[in-house]
């Protein structure tokens, strides 16, 4: 039996009776819904809804899009996102509308918790936790999809946006496409942030003194791995990039979280910290800066020798710049406060701020 919040008739944004794209809450509502339609076209494909039983057609069609490709994974065969086409009724030949409408966009979903899916989900969610969703066939099959998708339309023309794991996608191929110079507009949902939820603690001073505990340590064990280093690894690595965060910080994705869902919270403190670093003053900045390109969990592993034969990578997380879009509507539980519906709802208090690279 279907559930209601599947239905698009029954939760869907009926107040959105038509798009304006220059309108950015707008463009966040039918971001979402995009990403809803790839969550219920894998539970049509599981409960075996097709034709007019099927729900996840509504949840684009109502905007004018159509689903052209499925993205499968090839270990168990779910769909894991789509690639969608815009199809206006009617053309606006306003170049402003025009240069903000987004031809195509790829979505992402997150986690389902359904019988069909649910295994190979939870191993590519223990694999964002160990920092490892770039090594995963799910990722490069969405990486192609992206790249190929740019290589043919062209990275204006292309949106980009997941919700929970397949916000975790997004800013991954995000963040990999931006380092080559293309910058792809990207709205992500709820993002999982891998760090204790700090920003759940009341106390700010002790929310402080806990991050900037944290950003001496990391930066410590950071400057100590380079220290270690091979001089020609140090020469190879300066030729590659001599600041990796600086090649990012033209790249500005729409971050979309809830204080109350410990999975993402983080990313409210993670931007508020290094604002504080930066004012405390030139030297702490530059700890920040080291600090917030490792994971402090690798290089605690790196130290102790557990990852010799592995290079510790840069955190998923990691962004110099982003806006930061907040919504502060109290939530009743955890599931709420992470769900995907309360992106497209008209009723929620939301604060947004642009975080740039300095």
């Known amino acids: 039996m279907a559930s209601d919040r599947e239905d698009f008739s029954l939760c869907g944004p009926s107040h959105l009776t038509t798009v304006d794209w220059t309108n950015e809450d707008h463009q966040r509502c039918v971001a979402a819904c995009l990403v809803q339609g790839i969550y219920i076209v894998e539970r049509d494909r599981q409960l075996k809804r097709e034709g007019s039983e099927a729900l996840a057609p509504s949840w684009w069609e109502n905007f004018n899009f159509k689903l052209i490709r499925h993205l499968k994974d090839d270990a168990d065969f779910s769909i894991f996102g789509g690639i969608y086409e ?208 490792h994971s402090l969990g690798g290089l605690l592993m790196d130290a102790m020798g557990v990852n010799n034969a592995v290079e510790v990578e840069e955190p998923v997380h990691v962004i110099p710049s982003a806006k930061l879009i907040v919504n502060r509507t109290n939530a009743e539980d955890y599931k709420e406060a992470h769900g995907l519906h309360q992106w497209w709802r008209n009723d929620q208090d939301l604060v947004s701020n642009v975080y740039l690279y300095k």
């Open 86 to 293: 815009f199809k206006p009724l009617e053309i606006d030949s306003s170049s402003t509308v025009d240069s903000v409408v987004p031809r195509y966009v790829i979505a992402f979903r997150g986690t389902l918790t359904k019988p069909d899916s649910i295994s190979r989900d939870i191993e590519l969610d223990i694999h964002i936790i160990r920092n490892g969703l770039h090594r995963t066939s799910r990722f490069e099959i969405a990486m192609q999809a992206v790249r190929s998708m740019v290589d043919s339309v062209g990275a204006s023309s292309l949106w980009i946006t997941g919700h929970s794991m397949g916000a975790a996608m997004v800013l991954l191929a995000g963040k990999t496409m931006a380092k080559t110079g293309m910058y792809v507009k990207s709205l992500l949902f709820n993002p999982p942030f891998v760090s204790p939820p700090i920003e759940r603690i009341a106390n700010e001073r002790v929310r402080h003194g806990i991050r900037f505990a944290g950003s001496l340590i990391t930066a410590g064990l950071a400057l100590s791995r380079t220290l270690k280093q091979t001089q020609q690894q140090q020469v190879r690595l300066q030729n590659s990039s001599q600041d990796p965060l600086e090649a990012l910080s033209s790249w500005l994705p729409d971050i979309h979280v809830n204080p109350g869902d410990h999975l993402c919270s983080e990313f409210i403190g993670f931007f508020e910290h290094r604002g504080n670093m930066e004012q405390i003053g030139y030297g702490a900045g530059i700890v920040e800066r080291m600090a917030m390109q």
